[in-house]
C-alpha cells in the first residue's frame, strides 16, 4: 500500500511539470544509477565500495553534440557512520566543454530501527573552456563579443545534499552549482546572469517492491529545478531478476523515452545500457542518445 501511494504521489508530481529549456550540467539516462554523482549524500550508504563510469553521446548525429563522461568511487568509512567519495568528469557540447573534479564527505544518524539520513557536501573545482575556432557566424559585422582564441577558465564550486533511505524506499534532495560562477568572456560584462552557472536542485525519490523470490520492480523519479523557474522530470521502472538482469523503461517530461537494460556478473561487474528515443522537435535533425554505464564492486567494508 506505501509502495502504490508512493508511485501515486510521483505521478501527480508530474502533471504539473514542464520541460526544461536548456541543458548546463550532465545528464544521465541511468540516473537511478547514479545516485552518487547527483547526491554526494549517497556516499556511504551501500556497506562497499565501487566504482562507476559512465559515457553517453547524445543526439547522435548532430555534429557537436553533447558527449559526457565520468568516473566516480565512493563508499563506507569502515568503523564510522560516514561516507566519501571522489569524481571526475568531463562534459562537451561543441565548442564547450567542462573539466571537473572533486570529493565529497556524508555523515549519516540513524532516525529508527527502519529510516536512516545522511547528510553530505561535495567540494572541487572545474575548467570551463569555450574554442572560439570552432565557432562560425555568417555575418560580416565584426561581434567584439565573439573570439577566435580558446578561453579558459577555472573556478571553485560546491555541491551539498540530504538523502534518506530504508531497505525497500529512499528520497533525496540535492543542490549543484552552489557559488553560482560567472564564466564571462569579458571582463568587463556587467550583464548579471548571462555568464553564470545557475544552481539546479534535484529531487529523487524510489522504491524496491518485491513481486516474487525472483522478480522485484524498482520505480523511481528525478525531478530536476533550474532557476529561474525550469522544470524537468524523469518516471521510470525497472524489473530486476535474481540481482542479475533487469529491464527497464524511463520517460522524461516532453523530451525522451528511454529503454534501459543491463547485466550483473556475481555481484561484482556490472554492465548497463540505454538508449533514448527523442520526442522533442530536435529528432528532426538528428538520432537518438545512447549510454553505457560500467561498474566494480569491492568486497564488503562493514
Known sequence: ????????????????????????????????????????AVAGTFNYFQVRGNFRNQWIGIEGGPQTMSIAGYGPFKDRDMGYGGYIYNDATGPESRLSLGGSYAYHVAINDVWRISGGISVGMFQYKLDGTKLYINNEINDPAMTSTVYKKTMFDATAGLYAWTTYYYVGLSAHQLLGNKYSLHETDTIQG?????QHVYLTGGALIYLNKEFQISPSALIKYTSPGIIQGELSAKLNYMGMAWFGLSYRSSDAIVVMAGYNYENKISIGLAYDITLSEIRQYSGSTIEVMLVYRFNNIK
Open 1 to 40: 500500500m506505501r509502495s502504490l501511494k508512493l508511485i501515486l504521489f510521483i505521478s501527480i508530481c508530474f502533471v504539473f511539470i514542464k520541460p526544461v529549456n536548456a541543458q548546463q550540467a550532465p545528464m544521465y539516462s541511468q540516473y537511478m544509477f547514479n545516485e552518487y554523482i547527483i547526491n554526494p
Open 194 to 198: 548571462i555568464s553564470r552557472l545557475k
